[in-house]
């Protein structure tokens, strides 16, 4: 199973800005005050031995994170870094072969559907769009999306062959030999955790959740659907102190995230969600919170915590 995130903020696209490319320039000028950087092979040379972070962006692009299992093609949320992932797809089709895509939608807030109406395979009769959600009348929400008013182009002009899954409570769907299971999570009008098998491998996508003020009873229902992960992508929008601040807002928290990992024997946890007014420092010390967290309370248990960030792909 492959797992790529094209999207991993929450809430609205929040783009790098021009005083953070700045400060990252600074930071690579000082790296390279005292490097040759004489020639492009030199250049390249010192850009290759910067610190990883200062090459990358976490990314600004809300929701998104396409699953490839050894026979289906899984989609989860369509926020802005959908977009991107449809011209990857039609890069990867050039012979315009039939395409079936599985989409699985938490919930429908904006940062989780902004991006469907610029998924360009949606626009193209050889693709097959099945769309799944335990929420009613999905057709009809994405449909109010692309309104005139709101959006110059209608849902029916995008030529694909739409079908829409309306998930009842428990039920489980299998895409060939793969595996989908959904549980709702406490969020603004609810959002759903999905659980993906496949060859033994699975991988929970579980964003836009809250766990404060749960019973217990309820927070056993969730250690039992993340058991044992080969990764679960976990909202983490907040820190500790937020997480307490903002009840019933929805989220949940890095902190969280490790208890509920460490109790679940989930194997790697990757935080996501991002606030959009986090940047990537701010993100990366909560992450090194997170780490030096389970560390201090965890010592014995073996568990990966990193950063769900754009263009990220995890092999399991
Ligand atoms: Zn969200
Ligand atoms: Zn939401």
Known sequence: MQV????VRGSIPAPLNG??????????????ADKDISSPQHREEVINSLAK???LVIGGNTTCVEVKTIDAHLIFDMGSG??????DILSKNKANLQQPLHIFLSHTHWDHIQGFPFFLPAY??????TFYSPHKELQTRLKYQQDFRFFPVS??????????VELERDQEIKINSTLIKHIELHHPGKSYAYRVESEGKSFVFATDGEYNNLSFDRIITFIDFYKN???????AQYSFDEEIEKVDWGHSSALFGVDISIKSGVKRLALTHHGPEQNDNTIRKLCANAIAYKKKNY?????????????LTVKL
């Open 4 to 7: 790529r995130f094209w999207g």
């Open 19 to 32: 005083n953070e490319i700045r400060n990252k320039m600074l930071r690579v000028l000082e790296f390279a």
């Open 53 to 55: 972070e200062e090459c």
């Open 82 to 87: 959908i977009r991107e992932l449809g011209y």
């Open 124 to 129: 193209l009769p050889n693709y097959h769009l």
């Open 155 to 164: 849902t029916d002009y995008m030529a694909c062959k739409k079908e829409f």
């Open 229 to 235: 992960a080969d990764l679960l992508d976990f909202d």
């Open 299 to 311: 010592k014995e248990h073996e568990l990966e915590i990193f950063l769900a960030r754009e263009g």
